[in-house]
């Protein structure tokens, strides 16, 4: 410090500094506690106030349905039926028109008859419930219409399926929901009435909603987009005089000739399940579609994929060459349902210059 002109240290112990040091640490630690605990106090009262008005606007809804159910039972029949009318529009939106028709072969319901001698009846003993009754009825019929709607779409991917030269039935019942085995989770019942069942027609609707799926997911993973760029095929499905014997043979799949490296495609989206050598085959890559269907590709040069790769239809896989029991470069192509070999040229009939020479 400076005194009269002259400068004068003031020396202070190591033991004072600490001491001076602890005490400054000691008064901050005090005052952050201090607003610490305002703050902690504040966002406490600011949560329970949310809770609070939370919890009152959830009575205050529940007591309005309250009131509305016990004062006015029509107007609450109204808000269900605008409700109906506001399902039945987003369906007719994003769906399109339900069909109401009934065609030869159907096994849908039509409860249009029953539910007009329904509404009749409850109007005449119980005036006050009929708007009830009349949405009653607007329901079952809606459920009966996308219930025929879900049949038809089945039907017409049962039809493209048929055209590829295979069994729909077989597809559905191969489908993962329709397997005895490796299934299970927790039990959440689905029911229509207090007693735990449900209103046949409901269920038939699960029903068609569920073997719809089946079909489309089923007609989606079949392979059809041609796994190489080539003009022809050399050799077909079936009968052959086998290359290196001369002898009668079978062929389980399609030689597609090519200049060595070319690209090979996956025929349809699905998950690569094998990369390696098989005997015969030479380099090989197997993808699964789903719904027992496989496709394999033969006497590759080089490997662009690999085992767990999810690929999509057209995605390049392998590059065309001449491994394994070949007598020049080209692709091997396979189809296989259930580990069976099945004729790949159905799958592939939708796909350009893919003829038989």
């Known amino acids: 410090m400076r005194s009269q002109g002259h400068v004068h240290f003031i020396r202070i112990s190591s033991r004072t500094q600490m001491v001076a040091a602890g005490a400054a640490g000691a008064l901050a630690t005090v005052w952050l506690g201090s607003m610490g605990a305002v703050a902690i106090e504040r966002m406490s009262a600011s949560s329970q106030e949310a809770e609070l008005l939370s919890r009152e606007a ?120 329709s397997r005895a085995s490796a299934r299970g989770g927790p039990l959440m019942k689905l029911a229509t009435r207090a007693d735990g069942s449900v209103d046949p027609r409901f269920q038939r609707l699960g029903v068609s909603l569920a073997r719809m799926d089946a079909l489309e997911n089923g007609l989606a993973s079949i392979p059809q987009v041609k796994p190489a760029s080539v003009a022809y095929v050399s050799s077909s499905y079936g009968y052959r005089s086998d290359p290196f014997t001369g002898g009668a043979a079978f062929h389980a799949g399609l030689d597609f000739p090519g200049p060595m490296g070319s690209p090979i495609y996956a025929a349809a989206k699905g998950k690569v399940t094998f990369v390696g050598r ?75 210059h893919v003829q038989k020479q």
């Open 58 to 177: 959830r009575v205050a809804r529940a007591e309005d349905r309250v009131e509305n159910y016990r004062d006015g039972i029509d107007e609450v029949a109204s808000d269900l039926a605008r409700r109906q009318k506001f399902i039945e529009q987003m369906v007719e939106a994003h769906i399109g028109d339900l069909p109401r028709d009934t065609k030869a072969g159907e096994t849908v319901s039509n409860s249009d008859a029953e539910a007009k001698r329904t509404i009749e009846k409850v109007s005449a003993a119980v005036p006050e419930a009929s708007e009830l009754a009349r949405l009653e009825a607007r329901q079952i019929a809606f459920v009966e219409n996308l219930t025929r709607y879900a049949d038809r779409r089945a039907e017409s991917a049962s039809a493209a399926i048929r055209k590829l030269g295979l069994n729909p039935k077989t597809m559905v019942a191969n489908a993962p929901a």
């Open 278 to 352: 098989r005997h015969g085959y030479g380099n090989c890559i197997e993808v699964r579609h789903g719904n027992g269907l496989m496709t394999r590709y033969a006497h590759l040069s080089r490997f662009k994929s690999k085992v767990g790769d999810k690929v999509e239809a057209g995605s390049t896989i392998a590059l065309m060459g001449s491994t394994g029991r070949s007598t020049g470069s080209h692709l091997h192509f396979e189809v296989r349902l259930h580990g069976k070999p099945v004729n790949p040229r159905p799958f592939l009939e939708a796909s350009a």
